[in-house]
């Protein structure tokens, strides 16, 4: 009558040894986060969106983008070191800075602020204009060099405020749209640009700063037509109709007078027709376009203009442009379809230097560049189509890159991650057929297979036991490139259509494994990347 719970004894004690050899055995595969990391953040991706200014400091990059987002970056690294985000609907229009303070126009001229550059503590804010401007670029904000004013041009008026809190001292209207500011002896010049049929003519008016009263002021070039105009400091240069003569005139307090002229063909050799002047000047230098597609280069020295230098079209160039600081360089950018080519030139001593070209930035991964920044003789920023933010320095070298198109991503996919190559290695080891079709062959290799797996079961338990750690087998996995064995690691596939670019990110560590750039004409190519997007995941789910 023993034999029976002897029996049962037993068959409960193996059972009971089958529990905990199956619990062993399958401890790695039910493995979950602790209960006090439920809704730790894993991870965080910054971005700061397409930048569109930016003001090199000593050991940061003041920027503004698209986003609405003002921020510093680290200059060796690119880190962010803070940003504020304005509201939505407060797009950034105009940023200056002087030393460290820096003024925002945005929502067409609607808010004015000034930060601070350090921390990125707002100063103060205040209204701007009632209405919408009429354009854009008659939104900007000067600091005043010899006092702690700013002065405010917000479309047909200008204001004069304190940069300390924002307090106003004057408002006044403009009898047009100014161009620039020229400060003179506690006088305020606003030089306005009138365009009629047959080219362009200069108004000026002045103002006190102290007050605002109106000034009596002396035109020598009053109710005159020109071809086109530029101020460079205390200096209008003119282009006459035929396009063949340059002439200076002086800024004074109270006068616009006469200074000198000289022929196009004298300044620039082998030109004689300028097409119109560029934006990018230094203190003492300015650009013109020549009507051979040139691009020359003119210095005032002392009451003269000199031809520094002739900047020649290159062959198969898909992109080109100039920038300057306001110290001593103009640089050229050339993108070629492999590669990106830099010139720089210091217009104080006329030398010529070239940036080694570099393949870190090219129009095939990045298109075209949108905005482009010079720091000095090594601190170049370039700006991309797919909105990468890439500082390169002398050596043609990358100091560091951003990915700042996934500021903005439309459409998001999780997909399965591919196996890798030691995941392909195994279970081509476990599943390959024998070369002959004989059963017993294939049941022999069915049991090693099976094997095989046991023994990598048996092999990662060992290793968490040794460790006493369970969950340090699943952790050595994530952040990897090659699907993990739970299948816990994705990938996310972000599409952004202002980039004009897909995306694919590691779901545990947010690290970009890969980007795609797709040229875009339009708005409506972004329906190309939508298309593209589900051809990849397509692809995805088959491999």
Request: proline content about 2%; charged content about 25%.
């Amino acid at each position: 009558h023993k034999l029976p719970e002897l029996c049962r004894d037993r068959t409960e004690l193996l059972d009971m040894r089958i529990s905990f050899l199956l619990f062993f055995v399958l401890i790695t595969q039910t493995l979950a986060i602790y209960q006090n990391e439920v809704g730790i953040l894993d991870w965080k991706l910054e971005s700061v969106g397409r930048v569109d200014s930016a003001f090199f400091f000593d050991d940061r990059i003041i920027v503004a983008t698209n986003s609405n987002i003002i921020s510093s970056l680290h200059l060796p690294t690119g880190n962010i070191q803070w940003k504020q985000l304005l509201p939505q609907d407060r797009s950034i229009n105009f940023m200056t800075q002087k030393k460290n303070k820096i003024a925002i126009v945005s929502k067409e001229g609607r808010f004015l602020s000034v930060w601070r550059e350090t921390d990125g503590a707002q100063i103060w804010e205040n209204l701007g204009l009632e209405g919408a401007a009429h354009s854009a670029d008659s939104l900007f904000a000067q600091f005043l060099e010899t006092s702690d004013l700013i002065a405010f041009v917000l479309s047909d008026s200008i204001q004069l405020r304190s940069s300390s809190d924002g307090r106003l001292i004057w408002s006044k209207n403009l009898r047009g749209e100014a161009q620039t500011l020229v400060e003179i002896d506690r006088n305020i010049l606003s030089i306005e640009k009138r365009k009629k049929e047959d080219g362009v003519v200069v108004e000026i008016e002045g103002f006190k700063i102290e007050s605002g009263d109106s000034i009596s002021f002396k035109s020598a070039i009053k109710d005159v037509t020109f071809s086109d105009i530029f101020v460079l400091g205390p200096h209008i240069i003119t282009l006459d109709s035929s396009r063949t003569l340059l002439s200076v005139y002086e800024i004074r307090h109270d006068s616009l007078t006469f200074v000198s002229k000289s022929a196009v063909s004298s300044v620039l050799e082998g030109e004689r027709e300028i097409s119109g002047f560029l934006s990018s000047k230094t203190s003492t230098s300015f650009l013109v376009r020549t009507s051979s597609s040139r691009i020359g280069c003119i210095s005032l020295q002392s009451t003269t203009l000199k031809g520094i230098h002739v900047f020649h079209p290159q062959d198969k160039v898909e992109y080109a442009s100039f920038e300057a600081n306001e110290q001593e360089y103009i640089a050229q950018i050339q993108i070629k379809q492999d590669q990106t080519d830099i010139l720089l030139l210091n217009v104080l001593s006329q030398n010529l230097y070239s940036v080694p070209s570099t393949s870190a930035i090219s129009s095939k991964q990045n298109g075209f560049v949108h905005k482009f920044f010079v720091g000095g003789k090594d601190k170049y920023l370039i700006v991309t189509e797919d909105h990468g933010l890439t500082l390169l320095n002398k050596k043609g070298e990358v100091r560091w890159h951003r990915d700042e198109g996934v500021a903005s991503i439309d459409l998001v996919q999780f997909v399965d991650l591919p196996p890798d190559q030691s995941q392909l290695t195994s279970l081509d080891r476990q599943f390959h057929e024998t070369e002959h079709g004989f059963f017993l062959l294939k049941f022999i290799h069915r049991v090693q297979s099976q094997i095989h797996q046991l023994k990598d079961k048996v092999d990662a338990f060992a290793k968490s036991w040794e460790e006493l750690e369970w969950g340090k087998v699943f952790r050595d996995e994530k952040g990897g490139q090659g699907k993990d064995r739970l299948g816990f690691q994705k990938l996310i596939v972000g599409v952004s259509s202002s980039s004009c670019s897909i995306f694919g990110l590691h779901s545990f560590t947010g690290s970009l494994l890969w980007k795609k750039h797709v040229p875009c004409t339009s708005s409506s190519d972004s329906v190309r990347l939508f298309f593209f997007l589900s051809l990849l995941f397509l692809f995805c789910v088959k491999t």
